[in-house]
């Protein structure tokens, strides 16, 4: 057997459990394991927990549990599986894993063009050798996994699959047997015999749930089978990208919730975590500890963004392996003409628009088509001044009504005035645009509520009392969606002339602040993509900025 690399970044086990409890993840009791023996080689740990007995007298080991092992070739991919004792599956089971298997790899290699996974030649648990070329998938009870002992503390008794790796980006993986799954009290102690052996063991006796539909994964594997595939084969090819990285971040597994629901969008198993997310508003996501639900950035990064863009996060993590996520992340915003925290800070403005708000802005506006079905998201009401607190990176929060003292507030704002059929969005570049944005929303009677938008991505993010530089720009440009913003506006004049590239006035549009933003829909109803030029009231050099949609 070859030995196993268990460093912080490389092991990940996607975990779920029953319509009665969160799914679950492996990966932090299998880090804090490994974190507490580290003077231990992970060889030797393996060795000494080799011949580990499930059960406390009779003295059987993993082989005992099953008689012959069976496999099934594809395309990509060598499946082996029992039909008998506890591991046991049946044929439609693989029938429908082979199909999953191979959607999965297209999804990932051919659609995604994402590297391919390596497969080790030896398997873990049945300890059988791969025909080469060939990816291994074992299929078994994962709580019964051989030599659980040597990375994990307890067993893993709500798991769907997970991908073991090994040296040279090589991995194998593990599917569930029946998506069934071990209660966490008292369960049913089952026996089973052969070659006059008699082994004890307890039965997988509940049923894992969809619990966005309700639906029982045990009669219906097949969605089950899908998301778990695609979740688990992008595991193995992370590998290909992450093997000297020094440490674990959230984006591992919220990128691979987020690429299960585009591999098969109908399941909406990541409905799960959802909940949880909208409750703890202002929890980082660096600091989740099931980051599954931050699955919904990964889909605003794929959907507004670019469908490349997660992938050059990766092939950017083979470049810089010790710089965090964020960095990865600005380095490739950069390169389309973005800002990380830009980014982050419009993901959180259309992340405010979930549940009952969804309905005021058009669908385009969404992040994903589910939202509307989303749990709106924790927002705090206020009635006078507040001061905002302190934002760690990777976070945001929102605030109704009230006014913010943002003299300490690092990180990225916007305020949003909610009608009762519309919504109008200021982005706050300066503390000293707050006073205005109020005056400017409040004086219309028709807006319901202001909505405070608070976030911050990167480590370094201030937000300034006033621009340092004081050269008149549209930012961003190229504009592609959200907010269109023109500053530093001239307080001698109050209106902004916008030309097309021939110098044609197309616009004339009044302000009364430092800067003036135009919400999405504003610049949508304005402009049709191309290149145009503006400058403050009637003379002076035109600038010039792009509409890309």
């Not at 092991?11 to 394991?33: D, K, R, V």
């Not at 012959?68 to 029938?95: C, M, Q, W």
């Not at 997988?204 to 969605?223: D, T, W």
């Not at 595991?235 to 440490?247: C, L």
């Amino acid at each position: 057997m070859k030995k196993l690399i268990f460093a912080l970044t490389s092991l990940f086990l996607f975990a779920t459990s029953s319509a009665f409890a969160e799914h679950q993840c492996g990966t932090a009791q299998i880090l804090n394991y490994l974190n507490s023996k580290k003077n231990k080689n992970v060889t030797q740990m393996l060795a000494s927990t080799k011949a580990y007995a499930r059960t406390t007298s009779s003295g059987c080991t993993a082989k005992d549990y099953y008689d012959s092992v069976y496999t099934r070739t594809t395309k990509h991919f060598e499946i082996f599986y029992t039909l008998n004792g506890p591991h046991k599956t049946t044929v439609a089971h693989i029938d429908s894993l082979e199909k999953a298997l191979e959607y999965a790899w297209d999804f990932h290699v051919n659609k995604s063009g994402m590297l391919p996974p390596k497969g080790t030649s030896e398997t873990h648990h049945y300890e059988k050798k791969v025909q080469d070329g060939l990816y291994p998938v074992e299929v078994i009870d994962i709580y019964l996994l051989q030599n659980y002992k040597a990375v994990m503390d307890s067993a893993c008794s709500a798991c769907f699959g997970l991908t073991i790796p090994f040296d040279n980006e090589e991995s194998e993986m593990l599917m569930e047997n029946d998506f069934r799954h071990v209660p966490e009290t008292n369960p049913i102690i089952d026996t089973v015999e052969f070659n006059d052996k008699v082994c004890t063991y307890p039965r997988a006796s509940e049923e894992f749930v969809n619990e966005a539909y309700k639906y029982s994964y045990v009669k219906n594997f097949m969605p089950a089978l899908r998301i778990t595939s695609a979740h688990e084969m992008y595991h193995a090819v992370q590998f290909r990208y992450s093997s000297k990285m020094p440490q674990y971040n959230f984006w591992f597994e919220a990128s691979a919730s987020g690429v299960e629901e585009l591999a098969a969008p109908d399941v909406d198993d990541y409905f799960t975590y959802l909940p949880k997310l909208a409750r703890n508003v202002g929890l980082p996501y660096k600091n989740l500890d099931k980051p599954y639900g931050a699955g919904i950035f990964f889909l605003y990064l794929h959907n507004h963004v670019s469908h490349k863009t997660n992938r050059l996060i990766w092939e950017n993590f083979t470049k810089a392996p010790t710089k965090s996520f964020q960095y990865q992340l600005d380095q490739v915003a950069k390169s389309q003409g973005f800002s990380a925290d830009s980014l982050f800070h419009d993901f959180a403005i259309r992340l405010a628009f979930t549940g009952d708000r969804s309905s005021l802005v058009d669908s385009t506006f969404w992040i994903t088509s589910d939202q509307p079905r989303w749990p709106q998201f924790h927002t705090k009401s206020e009635s006078g001044a507040f001061e905002t607190s302190s934002l760690d990176y990777t976070a945001y929060y929102y605030h109704v009504n009230g006014s913010p003292d943002m003299s300490k507030f690092v990180g990225t704002a916007s305020a949003i005035a909610i009608k009762p059929n519309a919504y109008s969005i200021r982005f706050l570049p300066s503390t000293n645009s707050i006073d205005s944005a109020r005056t400017e929303f409040l004086r219309k009677s028709s807006v319901d509520s202001i909505l405070w938008v608070f976030s911050r991505f990167n480590e370094e993010n201030t937000i300034p009392t006033h621009f340092k530089d004081s050269t008149l720009r549209a930012y961003p440009t190229p504009w592609r969606h959200g907010a269109l913003c023109f500053t530093p506006l001239p307080q001698n004049k109050d209106f902004i002339e916008i030309r097309n590239r021939r110098g044609n006035l197309v616009h004339k549009i009044k302000y009364d602040n430092y800067t003036h933003c135009l919400d999405e829909n504003e610049v949508k109803s304005l402009m049709v993509p191309g290149v145009y030029r503006f400058r403050a009231g009637n003379s002076g050099k035109l600038k010039d900025f792009i509409i890309v949609y």
